[in-house]
């Protein structure tokens, strides 16, 4: 349970105001060290409000209040009535965090007001200031005689004092919050989500946000081209922002003002402005380490549906267990499991089921095992962002897990929209997720949502939430388009992750996907060939289904260059049985295009070739393209480059993961998540010195210090272990090599520790020698300095462990 550690202490002063509507009255609320300050005034009937930081003006005047779709409003013709001021001082336990103690200090201010025109229209604002921000919200108590309101605006402007750095991702885009980040000054931005993370010029770092948002519109941040920025509600299909009755409470607008990064992130304002912990007791919600059946259909060695490939096997699921269990994790998600599954992307009818399995899979045998062995089954429920077919059987579904005692479940919502029409971030999707939140605590289950509505803190209400997803993972790294960039995980941590777990997916060690093809039971080796005719390609790669249409580089296996020049490629593939599509990419040096799909320069389907269960090969297995009309003059303005690069490979990128290996190994401190997963194969874990790290560190955290960071540049953080003094410090950063003596200051004071340091080698650099690591001990202290050297797209790890 949540333990207040010191006694709450509220002073009330309250002052009635009976100015006219166009005398300008001005009110003041103070953080408790005067910090900051947000400003109200009331001007000729407007509400605009101000923020400074000490003396810098961080918002200036901007205005506050509403529009309905009815034509009324909450803008003008206000005047104020009332306003109460009171002070507030606690500090509170989290039953897991990143840090076990959390201090929450504010002055707050209510301030009463009524429309002139009509006196039934009655508003409430409600004002906090803390020392890292300020946060206030609308409370609406009476619109004329109303009882049900639909809002078609909020205006609630941020007008930023100074066209600042931002760092952004648009909304509504088809890919919800996976996207990367854009940075460009204020006034460039597009419509974007929130956290919106800025730095003014001196340093000034911002977060907008918002919190404990319920039964209302998500809020996006929108731009006219300027560095005024507006709210804006995510509609529903047919236009309204929200629909509610009166009265009604809006999420808390929040702001967070630090002078530095690394201050951003010490930042728990959005937590502060939730409710305290509603559950009670809540001992059986426990932070785990998991690995997973999981990784293989992401990078497309197995499939979540029935068939020869179907990734949860009774074999491989049992497998999965045995390793957990003797490598100290706590659960193995596998996924991949629910019968009437027809894929990520289903057509207009959703069947998948919450209660039965494939015909292959039987949940409670499975769950069994796992439990003769200590550790437990994490369930996975695909939703396909169907809400309606999910809500339906969300009785049954958690009924079954509770009978079966599997307390966590990872809920997915892949899909453009909420039941193909609604935002997921829209009040719809809003309240569905808290649906679906309260549901799972009747049944005693803790939550893992993917694709979901963004954090605003309300794991401090209602603990069993998690963690989520809602940014670019690991798993783009195992689809095209490059991968996610190196300097996208220097990122996260200062936008998405500010006070915000999100379950990554960390510890892939096979970063090239060079063994991918390592288990060969029951496959086949195929041999695939290319015959060109004298059109000189080159950067060759072979893509097929059997292997999700990962990128392969072909070789030379025969050239005669002259008249009737012939180059012949190939590669051989290790293929299961079935029947699999297949063709090949390569750059066309008359074009320039390197990206040339060669069957349709033949207006050809992709290749076909069959396996059958006995390794015989049948089908297409070779293409021959013949001379295209690569003719004398078009050589002539070909570059010289490009007339070297013809019958060779010599540029051209695979997908492949674009880290250090111990880099991976930083992940799991510097993305806070109360579940972290080992996401790779378990065979990539096996003989591997590293994996060691992955199964000591810890997922729950007595202190965090941010040790320093810049965004998109760098970050070092250090966490003491919740169950033991163990320290343990990560360090990342992007395509720059960096050197950093860092001060262990943070260590506890009369100790000495073993430090176990898991570091990149002397040749390391995340794209042309990732794996080059090195392993070292060392005696330290609190009065000594690291030295930390990390290469291009590198990272560190470090764990201090007490000497006894």
């Given amino acids: 349970m949540f333990r207040f550690k010191r006694l709450i202490f509220l002073v009330f002063t309250s002052v009635v105001f009976n100015n006219c509507a166009n005398e300008a009255d001005f009110i003041t609320v103070s953080s408790p060290s005067k910090i900051n300050t947000l400003d109200v005034t009331l001007e000729n009937g407007i509400i605009l409000y101000n923020v400074n930081h000490g003396s810098k003006k961080i918002i200036l005047p901007s205005q506050l209040g509403f529009k309905f779709k009815s034509g009324q409003s909450l803008l ?80 609630t402007e941020f007008n930023i004092a100074s066209n600042a750095e931002s760092w952004w991702i648009k909304s509504y885009h088809p890919n919800r919050y996976e996207q990367l980040y854009t940075q460009s000054p204020i006034s460039e931005i597009d419509t974007v989500h929130t956290p919106l993370t800025m730095r003014f010029k001196d340093g000034t770092h911002l977060s907008i946000h918002e919190a404990s948002l319920i039964n209302y519109s998500s809020m996006q941040i929108a731009n006219r081209n300027s560095t005024k920025l507006y709210c804006d509600l995510a509609p529903w299909s047919n236009g309204d922002k929200v629909r509610t009755s009166i009265p009604f409470m809006t999420p808390w607008r929040t702001i967070k003002i630090a002078d530095s990064a690394t201050d951003l992130l010490s930042s728990y304002l959005t937590l502060n402005c939730n409710e305290p912990n509603k559950l009670g007791n809540v001992s059986w919600i426990k932070p785990t380490k998991y690995i997973g059946i999981w990784w293989g259909m992401i990078i497309g060695k197995w499939t979540w549906g029935e068939g020869f ?97 599997i307390q966590k479940v990872k809920i997915g919502h892949v899909g453009n929209m ?91 060690f096979d970063l090239l996907y060079q063994k991918l093809d390592s288990d060969i039971s029951n496959q086949f080796p195929v041999k695939i060939t290319l015959i060109d005719q004298g059109n000189g390609y080159s950067n060759v790669r072979f893509k097929g289904g059997e292997s999700f249409w990962q990128t392969k580089p072909m070789s030379m296996a025969f050239n005669k260059k002259g008249k009737d020049s012939i180059y012949v490629w190939s590669i051989t593939e290790m293929m299961k049985p079935g029947k699999w599509e297949w063709g090949i990419t390569a750059h066309d040096v008359a074009s320039d295009n390197n990206d040339v799909w060669l069957p349709d320069l033949l207006n050809l389907n992709n290749r076909i070739v069959t396996i059958s269960k006995k390794g015989k090969v049948s089908g297409e297995t070779s293409i021959t393209i013949p001379n295209q009309g690569f003719d004398a003059r078009e050589r ?13 490979n010599v540029f051209g990128k695979t997908q492949r993961v674009n880290t250090t290996l111990t880099k991976q190994l930083a992940y799991y401190l510097i993305f806070y998540s109360p579940i972290q997963m080992a996401a790779d194969f378990i065979e990539n874990y096996k003989d591997q010195p590293l994996f060691q790290f992955i199964k000591d560190v810890p997922v729950d955290w007595k202190k965090t210090c941010y040790i320093n960071g810049e965004i998109g540049e760098f970050i070092t953080t250090a966490r003491k272990d919740s169950a033991s003094d163990d320290w343990y410090l990560g360090s990342i950063t992007n395509e720059k090599a960096r050197d950093f003596s860092i001060s262990l200051d943070f260590l506890d004071k009369e100790k000495k520790y073993i430090a176990t340091i898991y570091k990149d080698g002397q040749d390391a650099h995340w794209d042309k020698n990732p794996a080059d690591y090195v392993i070292e001990e060392i005696l330290l202290d609190k009065s000594d300095n690291l030295h930390l050297k990390l290469a291009s797209g590198g990272g560190t790890v470090v764990r201090f462990k007490p000497i006894e």
């Fill in 76 to 155: 003008n013709a206000f005047k104020i009535v009332d306003v109460k001021f009171a002070e507030f001082d606690e500090t509170w336990d989290q039953p897991w965090g990143e840090v076990k103690t959390i201090h929450n200090n504010y002055q707050e201010c209510t301030i009463s007001l009524i429309s002139e025109n009509n006196t039934n229209n009655q508003l409430d604002l409600i004002l906090r200031a803390y020392d890292d921000g300020v946060a206030f919200r609308y409370h609406v108590k009476k619109l004329g005689n109303r009882e049900k309101v639909i809002i078609s605006d909020e205006v």
């Fill in 309 to 405: 490939r179907h990734g949860a096997t009774m074999e491989r699921s049992k497998k999965y267990i045995d390793f957990a269990a003797e490598n100290g994790f706590d659960e193995v998600l596998i996924e991949g499991t629910s019968a009437g599954f027809t894929g990520l992307f289903p057509g207009d009818t959703v069947t998948t089921s919450f209660t039965k399995t494939t015909l292959d899979f039987d949940l409670e045998s499975v769950q069994n095992y796992a439990k003769s062995k200590g550790i437990s089954l994490q369930a996975y429920h695909e939703t396909s962002a169907s809400t309606r077919n999910y809500l339906a059987q969300i009785d049954d579904a958690f009924s079954l897990l509770q009978d079966l005692e």
């Fill in 418 to 508: 909420m039941d193909k029409t609604e935002y997921h971030y829209g009040q719809h999707g809003v309240n569905y997720y808290r649906k679906v939140l309260e549901k799972a605590v009747e049944y005693q289950i803790a939550v893992n949502f993917h694709e979901p509505i963004k954090d605003t803190g309300e794991r401090r209400t209602f603990p069993n939430m998690l963690t989520r997803e809602g940014a670019r993972g690991m798993e783009y790294n195992a689809w095209g388009n490059g991968g996610n960039p190196v300097s996208h995980t220097t990122i996260l941590p200062f936008t998405r992750m500010l006070e915000s777990p999100m379950d990554f997916t960390p510890g892939i």
């Fill in 636 to 648: 002539q303005t070909a570059s010289k480059e490009d007339m070297e690069s013809i019958g060779s």
